[in-house]
């Protein structure tokens, strides 16, 4: 077995081991959060705050980087890099919507309101996701690939947009941890709540690490053909 997969196996396991971890505390020993905020729709707020930060806006810093990367060297490895951190911009950025639009219906009879914070978070999310959409439905050639890379780095322009977008425009957004924030009433909820944070950023490592090599080994694949296809022409 290669060292890699010695690793990626090493690396699931503690992942797993840290989410049954977080799962036991936020439903067997967390209490529950005031009725105002859900009451116990609140626990999601450990897997939904941490896909923000740990998943999507992780997602999007390597795809960030990786399209850079790819514009200044072309590289295969810095292409597949980008793909894969961008299929996992968009997986975690709907379970941040959905989870979000979950504890938003339990507490405040709502699914959705157009929030400066929402709605730039959802145009972030279709970015990425007509970012995906490109690269899956168009040629795997090099003028496709910059145009795929220079919109996986303008992406990440959103990224501070959605963080400071309710200390500039307000909005209905609740406020839990900033300054003002209602906070996290016991401190075993902040402890679970660093904890979703470890866990959330190393399933996305997992995610990117998975699609990354889905990506390499398509490109590979590709390869083979197109000189399969060629010998083939050669011989004929």
């Given at each position: 077995?290669k060292?890699?997969n010695?690793?990626f196996?090493?690396?699931?396991?503690?992942?797993?081991?840290i989410?049954?971890?977080?799962?036991?505390q936020i439903?067997f020993?967390l209490?529950?959060?005031q009725?105002?905020?859900?009451g116990i729709?609140?626990?999601?707020?450990?897997?939904?705050?941490?896909?923000?930060?740990?998943?999507?806006?992780l997602?999007?810093?390597?795809?960030?980087?990786?399209s850079?990367?790819?514009?200044t060297?072309?590289?295969?490895?810095a292409?597949?890099?980008a793909?894969?951190?961008?299929?996992?911009?968009?997986?975690?950025?709907?379970?941040?919507?959905?989870?979000?639009?979950?504890?938003a219906?339990?507490?405040?009879?709502?699914w959705?309101?157009?929030?400066?914070?929402?709605t730039?978070?959802l145009?972030?999310?279709?970015i990425y996701?007509?970012?995906v959409?490109?690269?899956?439905f168009?040629?795997?050639?090099?003028?496709?690939?910059?145009?795929a890379?220079?919109?996986?780095?303008?992406?990440?322009?959103?990224v501070p947009?959605?963080?400071?977008?309710?200390q500039?425009?307000?909005?209905n957004?609740?406020?839990?941890?900033?300054?003002?924030?209602a906070?996290l009433?016991?401190?075993?909820?902040?402890?679970?709540?660093?904890?979703?944070?470890?866990?959330?950023?190393?399933?996305?490592?997992?995610?990117?690490?998975?699609?990354?090599?889905?990506h390499?080994?398509r490109?590979?694949?590709?390869?083979?053909?197109?000189?399969a296809l060629?010998?083939g022409?050669?011989?004929?």
């Amino acid at each position: 077995m290669k060292a890699s997969n010695w690793a990626f196996d090493a690396l699931l396991a503690i992942t797993a081991a840290i989410f049954a971890y977080l799962l036991a505390q936020i439903f067997f020993y967390l209490p529950n959060a005031q009725l105002s905020a859900g009451g116990i729709a609140q626990k999601i707020f450990y897997f939904h705050f941490p896909s923000i930060f740990c998943g999507f806006f992780l997602s999007i810093f390597v795809c960030f980087a990786a399209s850079a990367g790819y514009l200044t060297t072309g590289s295969d490895g810095a292409n597949s890099l980008a793909r894969g951190a961008g299929d996992c911009a968009v997986a975690f950025g709907g379970v941040m919507l959905v989870s979000g639009m979950i504890w938003a219906r339990r507490a405040w009879g709502i699914w959705w309101t157009w929030d400066p914070q929402l709605t730039t978070a959802l145009l972030t999310v279709l970015i990425y996701l007509a970012i995906v959409i490109l690269r899956a439905f168009s040629a795997d050639g090099a003028a496709e690939r910059r145009f795929a890379a220079a919109l996986g780095v303008l992406g990440a322009v959103n990224v501070p947009i959605i963080r400071y977008s309710v200390q500039k425009w307000g909005g209905n957004h609740p406020v839990v941890l900033r300054k003002g924030g209602a906070g996290l009433g016991d401190p075993a909820m902040l402890d679970a709540l660093r904890i979703g944070f470890v866990a959330m950023a190393l399933l996305c490592i997992l995610f990117i690490w998975l699609r990354t090599e889905h990506h390499v080994l398509r490109s590979r694949l590709s390869l083979i053909e197109e000189e399969a296809l060629s010998r083939g022409a050669a011989d004929a």
